[in-house]
């Protein structure tokens, strides 16, 4: 059998469509969605302080809601969906939460490496978290800092510190 290419960087393979390399990359992309979706919503009810404030405060109440992030947040559960449903293997019934579809697609990850439509899964995804983490980022005028690996073995998240500039 001749060596294929992934279909996502063109390195070579040879039982897969996707390299380790690549499955890595979406098995942390999938795993850090839940975590998205939460900041999302935080950010769509506006319970997170975005930058400094020059001045008084207005006399203006606020509005309580993000129309942009909320719209964010549905395309990204809206591509969750579409793709759980779409999977090549069948999967459990029930209901569609952030958590449970992470879960169907991180366990489903080794027939998502030899499907063909997984490049555009992870393309979509990928996009999906760019402009999810692209709307609940942070001011220009903070940083953040990589401080460690979880302290917990099995974990594989890292924590951060946001420090004003």
Request: glycine share 6%.
């Amino acid at each position: 059998m001749s060596a294929a290419k992934c279909v996502t960087c063109s390195r070579t393979v040879r039982d897969y469509r996707m390299c380790d390399t690549c499955t890595g990359r979406l098995e942390q992309l999938i795993a850090e969605l839940p975590a998205l979706d939460r900041e999302l919503e935080l950010t769509e009810t506006r319970q997170t302080a975005h930058g400094p404030r020059n001045g008084s405060r207005s006399a203006e109440k606020p509005v309580v809601f993000n129309p942009s992030a909320a719209e964010v947040r549905a395309d990204l559960r809206a591509t969750l969906v579409g793709w759980v449903k779409d999977l090549p293997v069948p999967t459990q019934r029930g209901p569609l939460t952030v958590e449970g579809m992470v879960r169907r697609l991180i366990v489903n990850l080794p027939a998502i490496r030899q499907w063909p439509n997984g490049d555009q899964l992870s393309d979509e995804l990928s996009y999906a978290s760019k402009q999810g983490w692209k709307t609940v980022d942070r001011p220009k005028d903070r940083t953040r800092i990589h401080l460690c690996d979880c302290l917990e073995v099995s974990c594989p998240g890292e924590l951060h510190a946001h420090i004003p500039v």
